[in-house]
Structures are given as structure tokens and as C-alpha cells.
């Protein structure tokens, strides 16, 4: 689920409002986006984040955790199987990159 719906509301704009602005299309797809029945594509995400200025995270919360979860799920492995590789740089700023992000994404949760 998203919170699209939420945030269009609450500037009080309409779906026929978002329809005209990306030109035209079907209303009725934007209501099936904002309900999670339609997959939604980049320009609609961005049209919801540069009208009402707001965040992937306020768009879309549940998806993001998921992703957040599964993250710290993987990169353990993923680690793993970096540090069995020859340490040249490019692996060194790979691992380097990788538990930076698995130390950010621990932070988060405290």
C-alpha cells in the first residue's frame, strides 16, 4: 500500500488534477494506482514527490521497510562473498560500500 491517496488529499487535489498534469491520463488509473491495483511507473512517482514535497518514504513507507528488511537480510551474503573474492580495489570499495550501508541501516532500527 501507498500513501499517495492521503497526500493528494490533503492538498486537496483531485485525480482529474493529476490526470491533466501528466497529460492526460485516465483518472481511473490513477485511482487504481493510489489503491495498490496498478503498478505505477517513475513519472507518477515523481509527479506525487515534486507536487506535494514529499519523500519516497512518505509515498511509499511499507515498501520501503520491506526493502530495509530485506537488505539487512542479503548483505550479510553478499558480504561474504565479496570478502572470498581477490581484494583488489575495486572489491575493497565494494565491501567498504556494503557495510557502510548495513551499519546505516542497523542505526536506523535503534
Known sequence: MNNLRTVRKQ?????????????????TLIHQIEEGKHSINLTIILTYIFLFGKSMVDLFPKTVDMLKYQF????????????ELEPTTDVKTRIKFFENLFDNL???ER
Open 72 to 83: 539487512k537480510e542479503k548483505l550479510p551474503e553478499l558480504l561474504i562473498s565479496l570478502d
Open 11 to 27: 492538498a486537496t487535489v483531485t485525480q482529474a488534477d493529476i490526470s491533466h498534469l501528466l497529460g492526460g491520463v485516465d483518472s
Open 106 to 108: 542497523l542505526k536506523e
